[in-house]
């Protein structure tokens, strides 16, 4: 980048929340996938370069950061199709996904000098813009994994029935996840680090060198 020591710091998390549904066949009306889609939020933090920096998420040479982290949590309605009683403090389970619920969220955080000038402001703008625009699209990525796992039977062995269920909705939530996390969260990653090589080589507009970093960088899968 133009100006040393301003740097992008990606903090790329998937957050994973396991919800144990009721084992009865009772809520037939729920609907298979729903997706709740929390706005991205965006805080600005200022910190002095001269101060303690030990809140400050910085590396060595970096004068700014930007730190997002998108998050995808899910909640499953199932039913258990079979249960074995294997040994003495041992069961497997076999569970079929009837519904699914997800949660996206995406809050990033901007961390500037106080002396921070025009163009680095802008340009940590920039990788708040290439969060936002992946987003924007996200939640197509997260209902098409949500939807594959419906109807699924997930398998998994426990000390108890509940442990083993446990254990099953987690390799469902974490397949779901994943997925999120390949098409999304990585997508950022990547575009924003072809932002940052851009910069370096020719400085410039942080607007049309986000345009730049999107057309050469993005997944055509998203």
Known sequence: MKLPGSKIKTMLAIAI??????????????????????????????????????????????????????GCKTDFDFDIVEKTFLTKNDYMVTIKIKSCKVELTAPV???LPDDADKQLVEHEDGHVEICRRI???????????????????YQASGRSVDEACQKAVEDASLTISQTYHDRASMAVNRISE????LDRAEPGNAKDLVEKAMNRQIDTRM
């Open 135 to 153: 987003y924007a699209t996200a939640d197509r990525q997260a209902l098409i994994a949500a939807s594959q796992a419906v109807g699924k039977t």
């Open 17 to 70: 929340g396991f919800g144990m549904a009721t084992f009865m066949a009772s809520c037939a009306q729920q609907k298979p996938v729903e997706l709740k889609k929390v706005p991205l939020s965006v805080e600005r933090i200022r910190f002095n370069p001269k101060g303690d920096l030990s809140n400050v998420p910085l590396n060595e040479n970096e004068g700014a950061v930007t730190v997002w982290s998108f």
């Open 109 to 111: 955080t901007v961390y």
């Open 194 to 197: 072809a932002y940052d090589i």
